[in-house]
């Protein structure tokens, strides 16, 4: 018997080639009469219901490189694994939302709040509607019927949605349309048939913006002095710092120690607490530490708080011990911070007839406004604040702008003098 008619070798030729399916695919050169090509081979389901009937071999060629081939042969694969997961069919909306949200690599907040527009504005709605069936027309209906009644808590329900929120629903359903494009289910998006679909526009969104509350020098003064003075408040350390530095309080929270630089007067933003898991930290909003500088006050308050936290313990006064932590070293609930300045702020109103009711958040809000107020630059407010870019920073203190033309208007008269 010859060496070709071998029995065993017969069967290692069928394992091979039965093996060859497992494999995520292949690319080979080949030359033509133009030069050379290349072709990518990979095995699929011949029918992905049906599994058990076996695979069949799927080549393309005609690539002019190497990288192109590939390419193609990455596109091939993940069609592959998405007929494999859906069994050959297209997905309904619901079901492929869920695996869309699934496979985000974003903030744990960002992923709560796009699971839950998912759960309440997209899955009762258009959930069981199959992706390639979806039209833009269905879409312009669902955006009308949530202005009309789409509050789906339990407060508000049926009541109008703001133009704010059907605005991010309307980013969310157009990124997992997007996702559908590149697994090969859609070949067009028709969130983007502006024409027909019409979301809420960002002048819509900024008209219904609640107006931003926040307070005078004077307010605050008041405010603090009586937390200081009368309250004797053990976290008056962190409304200080919160208010002269326009820090979020989850980045306040998160400080330590060996942030601060009492030599340069400077306080380094590194991280923040997740509001998801309070027990962890994570990089601030943007991903972006900062560097800010602090008064000279704001400093010996805080030095002075470092000296009650060592009576307590030495732990807590240690370079990487956070600098607003519990009695014992941990971090504090970023929601339980802001429920105890509730309370004091309940207090304080009730007291002095002059103060207003600002969120903890308002007193960020209060440290740019003050800024923009005197006649700081915007683009010092925006790197204070850590936000992205000057536009969000302006966009959201368009309030100010009025206080800010009449000083530009007065210092300009002044200049030219009685010309």
Do not use: C
Request: aromatic content about 6%; overall charge positive.
């Amino acid at each position: 018997m010859t060496d070709a008619a071998h029995p065993a070798d017969d069967g290692a030729k069928k394992r091979q080639r039965r093996s060859r399916s497992r494999q995520p695919g292949s690319i080979q050169e080949y030359a033509t009469s133009e030069g050379k090509r290349w072709r990518f081979q990979i095995y699929v389901l011949k029918d992905p219901e049906y599994p058990e009937l076996g695979s069949r071999r799927l080549t393309r060629s005609g690539f002019r490189s190497t990288d192109e081939a590939n390419d193609a042969l990455q596109d091939a694969l993940k069609q592959r694994k998405q007929n494999e997961k859906f069994s050959g069919k297209v997905p309904l909306i619901g079901v492929y939302a869920d695996e869309w949200a699934a496979g985000l690599k974003l903030a744990d907040s960002t992923i709560k709040g796009y699971k839950k527009i998912i759960r309440n504005h997209i899955r009762p709605q258009l959930g069981d509607i199959r992706l390639d069936k979806l039209t833009a027309t269905r879409i312009a209906r669902h955006y009308r019927d949530l202005e009309k009644h789409g509050r789906a808590d339990h407060v508000g329900k049926g009541q109008p949605l703001s133009a704010n929120s059907v605005h991010k629903i309307h980013v969310v359903l157009g990124a997992i349309l997007d996702a559908a494009i590149e697994d090969g289910h859609l070949t067009v998006n028709p969130t983007k048939k502006k024409r027909t679909v019409k979301a809420p526009k960002s002048s819509e969104v900024r008209a219904q913006k609640p107006e931003i509350v926040t307070w005078t020098a004077e307010q605050l003064t008041t405010f603090l002095t009586w937390d200081r003075d009368e309250l004797k408040d053990e976290l008056f350390p962190l409304w200080r710092l919160i208010a002269y530095t326009g820090m979020r309080r989850s980045e306040a929270l998160a400080l330590k120690w060996n942030d601060i630089n009492t030599k340069t007067m400077r306080v380094s933003i590194r991280r923040a607490v997740n509001t998801e898991d309070w027990t962890q930290t994570k990089t601030t909003k943007t991903g972006n530490a900062r560097v800010i500088d602090v008064d000279a006050e704001t400093l010996k308050v805080l030095a002075s708080y470092k000296v009650a936290r060592v009576e307590l313990s030495f732990e807590l006064a240690k370079a990487d011990a956070f600098v607003f932590a519990d009695d014992d070293g941990n971090l504090r609930s970023p929601d339980a911070m802001t429920g105890r300045w509730d309370r004091r702020l309940k207090w304080a109103t009730a007291k002095f007839d002059t103060l207003t009711r600002v969120t903890l958040k308002g007193l960020r809000h209060t440290h740019a406004t003050l800024l923009l107020e005197l006649g700081e630059h915007p683009k010092v407010v925006q790197e204070r604040l850590g936000h992205s870019t000057i536009t969000t920073t302006m966009n959201i203190y368009s309030h100010v702008t009025p206080t800010m033309q009449r000083s530009a208007v007065d210092r300009f008269a002044a200049h030219l003098g009685n010309a």
